[in-house]
Every structure is written in C-alpha cells, then in structure tokens.
C-alpha cells in the first residue's frame, strides 16, 4: 500500500485515525494494539507471505534481546548478540544480496549456478537495521522499554516501516506508552499540523518528483539502446534525477513524519536541505540523516571514530561510505559511489585540517563579509555539482551508462542538442524551466523544518552549520501559522497532489533499498 494512492488516503488512513482517536479517549491501553494491527495491515497488503518474514524477525529478535538482559554472564550475553546481528544479516544477504553473489560468483569461477527467484521484501533493510541498533543497546545496558506490543509496534510502525526513517527505540517507545498514559490528548492540534506536513511531502512526491521522473528515466535508458548522450541530455538527465530523488525521498519522510503526528508520535528529521550544504561533510548531516546516524553510532564511533588518529579516522569513514553505498543496493554502481563519496569525505576532512594549519600558521582570515558570502555560494555550487555527478553512479544500471553520462557532460562539442529525440526545443525549454523551479525551491525556499518549526512537531537532531539555509525573510513569511490564508494555499497543494495521483501510482524510489 502506498501513501499516494486512493485506497491509503481515502480507505486506511480515515480507518486508522478515527480508531486511534476513539481509543485514545475512550480505551487507551488499546491504541497500541490498535496500531500494530493497523501497521501488519499496511504492510502484508502488498504480500502476505513476507508478514511472515516480518512477524518472524520481530520475534527472534524480541527473543535474543530477553536472553541478553536475563543473562547475567558478559560471555553469554555477547554470544546471544552475535548470534542475533548475524542472524539478521543473513536474512537481509540472502534476500538482498545473494543473486549479486552468485552472478559475480559465476563470473570469476566461470560456473553456472542458477539464479534465485526471490522478490526483496520491502523495508527489509530498514526493519534491520532498527533491530540490530535495539539489540546493541540492550546488550549496552541502554534499553529502557521491554513491552513486547511496544516492541512490535516500534519495528512495524506503518508510517516508517517500507522507508524510513530509520527510527531508534529511545526516539519512539517512550512516546507509545505516554499516549496510553496521556490525560488530555489535543485531537485537532495534532490532525491539522501533520496534516499540513503530510501535504507538504506529497505534493513533493505526485507533482514534482513524478513529474520529473519520465524524462530522468528516458535519458538513462538511451545508453543501453545505443545512443551517445549529448551535452544538454547528460545535463538534464543529472540534474533531474538529483531533483527527483530529493523530491521523491524527502517528499515520503515528510508524510511519514506527518502521518505519525496525527497519531501523537514524533519523527525524526530525514532531510534538512542537502542542497544547500557547503561541503560534502555538511551533506552527509543534512542528507538522510537518520541513516547517517544509525552508521556513525553503530560502526563508525565502533570502529574506533577519530579517536586514535587522521589515518584511522579516514580509514574508518571510507569503510562505513563504501558499506552505506553497497546497503543501497546490490550492484557494483552502488559500490563504487560510496567509494565516491568517501574519498571526498576524506578529502574534505584533509582540506579542514590543512586549512586550520595554515590559518593558525600565517593568521590568515577573511574579514569581508561580501567576500565571505560569495565564497560560501561557490562552496554551495561546487559542493552540489559533486553530488550531481555521485548521483549518475546511484542511478546507473551499468558502467557503461556511467561512461556514456560523464562524456556527455564533459565534451560540449559532442551533439550539444539532442539526437534521441527525446525533446522538441520547446519541451526543453519548458522542463528546464520546471529543472530551474525544482533548484529554486532547494536553494532558496526554507525547508519543513524550518517552516514547521514553531509546531515543535519534528524530532529535530540537525547538526547546525555555518551556512546553507534561506533567507530569513523568506522564512519568516512562509512559517505555518494556523490562519485562512496558510489553509486555503495547503489546500490548493492538496487538490493538484490528488488529481495528479494515477490509478497506477508510482512506488517510492527508496522502496528498492
């Protein structure tokens, strides 16, 4: 079930409020329950074998994390944890990962194993590594909450479950058991503002992302029907899949966000304008910052952090990018923009410390603020023209799609117009023009958080830098306040996201990690 379509919006998610509402007021130890049903709902809709999978991995895990805490002995206690991230990771290489294994298995031993018939389980990846971080802290001493419906709920939680984001237990269980426990519950308070979040995230998804996405799609096919990519193509085919995939991503966080606070639950922030970060370091806080996180408590600070030296330190930060690139996906392409972007982290934490040396060397410091400001836009723009060039490697099928692309965007004399008539000259000028908007509202409108701010309605853990937000004016008018004016322009959104939704609407691009 998707949160574009009829059935979600104008069947469950009516069903799921007024249930929850009535329980809240009338029978709170209900609501929980209530949800959980709702949650194995939402997801056994679209295959009712793998609620199996799904009802199996929460009660393993639930299992190993009672063995750990009864078990008094460090011995057992580790062995049980090992047993359980083992197990997890097993189930999540096999339905992921194992034709990858074979198919390059095949190519260096020159055998000719058949390949597996298996369909990835949605969110897989995501109900993973949420049990694999309650398994850890559990063994750390650090979990609080040992409810088994709260557990359940907690991993299963529909408006989270297929994508993210990827919530941790100390962000959501306490907040289960405060509704049961909840005096007055402000049904209207919490409908309208995660309502207006929900608004927000789908018509980034219905009206700009899918919008974009047919032209995207159609320029990374032409490598594989024999076309040379011109110029403008590679251009358009880049830039459109970075608007797509931020619209399309953070456009769903945002009705997970939302949804979940029309039910009195806070998330976590996924995005906070990636866009506008003035560095590569800057982008991984800002860019799906909830996996961000799950990897920097859970394998880098584990690794050892920065804390035994620059060798190290880059060492580690290389080993974590290159396993979030290969969670991404099974294939090669994946692999190698992690690789991609750990190189640049490296490089860009080389660059800070060597610019320190210097500045604390010869003094060295920029006093103009006009100098300042044009020297941040630059760090914006170069920042983002190397994220744009990561994004061919996660979009591309191939290596050669690869090639095809940065000789398109980097040898202008090769046919600069388009030779797969992909466009008559006033398409393109038209869908530049939507390009250019989609880059106007990365770079320049404040984002949900910042334009939801005064709702407190988001777990916000942004990590603030120095640069990279909107324009405080622009901020400041476009803050949600609860008048006729903010109804009637989230209504407006509303009305073209319905009627721009298909009978067929299209899957969630992270819907295949």
């Not at 609860?482 to 319905?498: D, E």
Request: net charge positive; aromatic share 20%; hydrophobic share 50%.
């Amino acid at each position: 079930m998707l949160f574009n379509s009829y059935l979600f919006l104008f069947v469950y998610l009516p069903i799921a409020l007024i249930g929850s509402y009535f329980l809240i007021r009338y029978f709170k130890s209900g609501v929980t329950p209530w949800l959980l049903i709702f949650s194995l709902i939402f997801y056994g809709w679209w295959n009712p074998n793998y609620l199996i999978l799904l009802v199996a991995s929460i009660s393993f895990n639930y299992l190993i994390s009672m063995l750990i805490i009864k078990n008094e002995q460090i011995f057992h206690k580790k062995t049980f944890l090992i047993l359980g991230i083992t197990c997890n990771l097993g189930a999540l290489f096999y339905f992921k990962y194992m034709n990858f294994f074979i198919q390059n298995f095949n190519t260096v031993a020159h055998t000719n194993f058949n390949y597996l018939n298996i369909i990835l389980p949605l969110g897989i990846s995501f109900f993973t590594f949420t049990q694999i971080a309650y398994l850890v802290d559990t063994y750390q001493g650090k979990v609080k909450e040992f409810n088994f419906i709260n557990y359940s709920l907690f991993v299963t939680y529909f408006p989270h479950l297929i994508a993210g984001p990827i919530i941790h237990h100390s962000d959501v269980m306490p907040q289960f058991k405060k509704i049961v426990g909840i005096k007055q519950f402000p049904f209207m308070r919490y409908f309208i503002i995660g309502l207006s979040i929900f608004i927000i995230g789908l018509f980034k998804k219905v009206c700009l992302a899918d919008t974009i996405a047919p032209k995207v799609n159609y320029i990374f096919d032409l490598p594989g029907k024999g076309y040379d990519l011109s110029f403008v193509d590679a251009w358009i085919g880049a830039i459109g899949y970075t608007l797509q995939l931020y619209f399309d991503f953070s456009g769903y966080s945002e009705m997970a966000i939302g949804l979940s606070y029309m039910l009195g639950i806070k998330l976590p922030v996924n995005f906070n304008s990636p866009y506008k970060a003035i560095n590569i370091i800057d982008f991984w806080r800002r860019w799906h910052m909830s996996l961000s996180r799950f990897f920097r408590d859970y394998l880098y600070i584990p690794l050892g952090g920065g804390r035994r030296g620059a060798f190290r330190k880059y060492l580690n930060l290389f080993i974590v990018m290159v396993i979030v690139g290969f969670w991404h996906g099974a294939g090669w392409t994946f692999i190698l923009w992690g690789t991609y972007h750990g190189s640049l982290l490296i490089l860009n934490h080389g660059w800070h410390a060597c610019k320190t040396m210097l500045s604390n060397s010869f003094h060295f410091k920029i006093n103009s603020k006009i100098t300042s400001k044009i020297l941040q836009y630059l760090s914006i723009a170069f920042t983002f023209l190397l994220v744009v060039l990561g994004w061919v490697l996660f979009r591309a099928d191939n290596f050669a799609t690869v090639e095809n692309f940065y000789k398109g965007m980097f040898h202008i004399n090769h046919y600069f117009y388009s030779t797969a008539g992909l466009l008559t000259l006033l398409n393109y000028i038209f869908f530049g023009s939507f390009l250019l908007a989609g880059l106007a509202i990365c770079s320049i409108l404040p984002n949900t958080i910042e334009i939801m701010k005064r709702t407190n309605a988001i777990l916000d853990n942004t990590i603030k830098e120095s640069g990279g937000s909107a324009p405080g004016a622009i901020t400041n008018k476009l803050l949600w306040t609860p008048n006729i004016w903010y109804g009637f322009s989230l209504g407006i959104l509303a009305y073209f996201s319905i009627t721009t939704i298909s009978q067929t609407p299209s899957t969630f691009l992270y819907f295949n990690f």
